[in-house]
């Protein structure tokens, strides 16, 4: 459970209408893979599927922190009482308890590896209503969605290197979501543990707890530095960059195999109780009020260009559909079909195009589609690579100067005979600092 202690902005809390009580996952967008989901169907009062979570329970994991890392006081279990489907295509996780006596319920994905391939956006999302309690009826509960880095499981002394994205947290009713990101050392460190790098606000239109609302991270490594962001019904509150970290924290957080996502209500603890001020629950606190899911969906993004999931070698390959670049920059292009090219190409410049499929037949040739304006003197090769930037190229050609940035000329390069599918990079090599072309497509033969 995340390590929280924050300032609590003061938040008006609505009484509105709730919303239907359940929704499918819904249709992937275009442009998106489903990479996995659950619809929490099944029989009311059955507990969730055992083939995609993990029923935590006690607490703590065997041989880890005490009371989960956080001072939460409830204690997980497998009952149906605190974890089950409600027949209506929804999952409940109740708290039942009084004073300092609690049980709740902890479900953790089975998948741990929930990651972006290169170049791609992984977007991770629920549909959820918080419980529906406020005031000091509400005090010490604690709900999230949330997730952590696979290298936890089995050490449970590696955190916050591992990293740590919460998407969704409230405590004491608060009309407020909280997200929140946990990385690199406690206490202090680049994440200011144990506080974490978070944001917060109220939920659009009707409050967190009276309404179901859409909770959303996404992890977007299609841009260079990568961003982490967080929305709530589509609206992005919060964002971290790259380049706020130095590396070896970036890659403890994200160079390994990939996230579990959890769900749980946990009672009392560092973040309930520093935002209250003092111990939670208490007298008042009332028993039962359950976190509704309606779905957790992950998807990924296919890339860039007209056929983000795979494009034929053979086809004419639009420059500016990659799927990840370096150094480049698009621009509008007066060649023959109009749309864009790709420009401001120098020394060390990359395109990336994910999935060529060159077929059984070997492709022995390519072209591109290129224009220059550089000054006299200053030239370089076109390469192309297989797999990697800084693989040994597999074709290449010269280009100098063609008479202008938008005077277009076809050239040809020999190939290394090249079959199957493959990730394709065009790489951009030369001995002046200077730009020294533009592409507008390419393409095999």
Not at 166 to 188: K, Q
Request: overall charge negative; aromatic content about 10%; glycine content about 14%.
């Amino acid at each position: 459970m995340p390590r929280l202690v924050l300032i609590v902005m003061a938040a008006a809390a609505l009484v509105l209408s709730a919303a239907p009580v359940s929704a499918a996952v819904p249709p992937t967008p275009s442009g998106w893979s489903l990479v996995w989901s659950d619809d929490f169907n099944g029989t009311a009062g059955s507990l969730p599927s055992s083939a995609n979570w993990i029923i935590d329970t006690g607490h703590n994991y065997p041989g880890g922190p005490a009371n989960w890392g956080t001072g939460e006081i409830q204690n997980y279990t497998n009952s149906t009482q605190n974890v089950s489907l409600d027949g209506s295509g929804n999952l409940r996780i109740t708290p039942l308890g009084s004073g300092q006596s609690w049980t709740s319920a902890r479900i953790e994905t089975v998948r741990s590896n929930f990651k972006p391939a290169d170049g791609r956006i992984l977007r991770i999302e629920g549909r959820i209503q918080m419980p529906n309690v406020t005031g000091n009826q509400a005090l010490g509960y604690w709900p999230a969605f949330w997730a952590l880095g696979s290298p936890y499981r089995g050490n449970y002394w590696n955190w916050p290197a591992i990293g740590e994205f919460d998407i969704m947290e409230n405590v004491n009713g608060i009309n407020s979501v909280w997200a929140v990101l946990h990385c690199g050392v406690a206490p202090g460190g680049p994440c200011n543990e144990n506080n974490g790098l978070g944001a917060s606000r109220a939920c659009p239109g009707s409050t967190c707890q009276s309404a179901f609302h859409t909770y959303r991270f996404e992890w977007d490594r299609s841009v260079s530095p990568n961003q982490l962001r967080w929305y709530v019904d589509g609206q992005q509150f919060h964002s971290v960059s790259q380049s706020q970290f130095d590396a070896t924290t970036w890659s403890n957080m994200t160079g390994h195999a990939g996230y579990f996502i959890l769900l749980n209500v946990a009672m009392g603890g560092a973040f309930p109780n520093g935002v209250a001020g003092f111990a939670t629950p208490t007298a008042q606190t009332v028993s039962g009020r359950p976190m509704v899911v309606d779905y957790v969906a992950v998807w990924q993004s296919n890339g860039g260009g007209s056929n983000p999931g795979g494009v034929d070698a053979r086809s004419t390959i639009q420059a500016e559909s990659y799927q990840a670049q370096s150094g480049t920059a698009l621009e509008a292009t007066s060649d023959t079909g109009g749309g864009q090219n790709v420009g401001w190409i120098a020394n060390g410049d990359w395109l990336r195009f994910d999935n060529v499929n060159f077929g059984s037949t070997a492709a022995t040739q390519f072209r591109v589609r290129v224009a220059s304006g550089a000054a006299g003197g200053v030239s370089g090769l076109v390469q192309v690579r297989l797999g990697s930037p800084t693989a040994t190229p597999v074709g290449d050609f010269a280009v100098g100067n063609t008479g202008g940035w938008q005077n277009w000329t076809t050239v040809p390069g020999a190939l290394a005979a090249t079959t199957g599918t493959h990730t394709v990079y065009l790489t951009f090599s030369s001995g002046q600092p200077a730009d020294f072309v533009n592409v507008n497509w390419l393409t095999f033969s």
